[in-house]
């Protein structure tokens, strides 16, 4: 993935130095449903990406980003300390190249203006708008603010781990959070959370699946104009795909429930929800292409 090619974004803010260690954290889950996207499973999931594409142990994973582990020194990589490093920077190219693509996608296919988000980098914890968080959330947006975040501490323990190969999965997560930002702006998130607010759990849940697989299509609309450009690779794409089918939630189920799967209960959808939906923005490039909400549709 040719990142360092990409355009860095001014819009990121770097509180990874100015946060205060010694208060602690509230719980987002307590949060009313729907007001974060990607939070929790989302933790999940890259750990479950890190373990069965890396070759690293899951369990070692989800103790570090979990706080489970009260005993074990935190790893290096994850102390906070002022930076400017390669992950920086590349979040920072990352974000530039999702503000000019869609910037062109919305004045070509929606005829309006494109805002950007703002994408917040910290370690450990960080307070939003819709709460606080710990790294193991995983990356998440908050509509109240209309900010992405993402813990640097993760993803230079992925890099540690995977080195570069682990670039278009990272590029990915980020994509996939501008897409739940593209939904805000849109107006499709609040519907959704006016519709949560009276559904039976069954219903949310589905209607979760359904917002989290249209932020699927919107992260591979982006790589499809990025591909264009020669910027991502077919490898890259090949990686993306086995992400997409590895963090499905009747895969993760399988995973961490011995082989029970619990239908009702999913709200990422399945692996092949995801690849199919993923790989209809990427091939298309087309947000139309990306309407997950049509009846019987999924």
């Not at 494109?114 to 990356?139: E, H, I, M």
């Not at 995973?255 to 029970?260: D, E, F, V």
Request: glycine share 10%.
């Amino acid at each position: 993935m040719k990142w360092d090619e990409m355009r860095e974004s001014d819009n990121v803010e770097d509180q990874r130095d100015g946060s205060d260690e010694s208060s602690e954290p509230s719980n987002l889950s307590s949060l009313p449903m729907g007001m974060l996207s990607g939070l929790g499973a989302g933790g999940i999931a890259i750990a479950v990406i890190v373990g069965l594409i890396f070759k690293v142990d899951p369990a070692q994973i989800l103790n570090l980003i979990g706080g489970n582990n009260k005993t074990a020194p935190a790893p290096q990589a994850l102390v906070k300390k002022p930076i400017k490093d390669r992950d920086s920077a590349f979040v920072k190219s990352v974000l530039g190249d999702t503000e000019d693509t869609w910037e062109r996608i919305f004045k070509q296919q929606l005829k309006t203006n494109y805002q950007a988000p703002k994408l917040v980098l910290f370690d450990g914890y960080v307070n939003s708008a819709c709460g606080s968080a710990k790294t193991s959330a995983g990356p998440f947006y908050c509509p109240a603010d209309k900010k992405v975040y993402l813990d640097m501490g993760f993803f230079r323990y992925l890099e540690a781990t995977a080195g570069n190969d682990a670039d278009f999965a990272r590029a990915y997560a980020i994509a996939h959070e501008v897409g739940h930002h593209i939904q805000n702006l849109r107006g499709t998130s609040g519907k959704v959370r006016q519709l949560k607010s009276s559904s039976t759990k069954t219903k949310a849940n589905e209607l979760s699946v359904r917002i989290e697989l249209q932020a699927d299509c919107l992260a591979g609309v982006w790589g499809h104009f990025t591909a264009q450009r020669g910027l991502i690779s077919d490898q890259d794409v090949t990686k993306a795909l086995n992400t997409a089918t590895q963090i499905g939630d009747d895969y993760l189920q399988k995973q961490s429930k011995g082989g029970h799967v619990v239908p009702e209960s999913f709200t990422h959808g399945t692996s092949e929800q995801r690849v199919t939906w993923f790989k209809r923005g990427l091939s298309t490039g087309d947000i139309s292409q990306c309407d997950t909400f049509e009846p019987n549709k999924l």
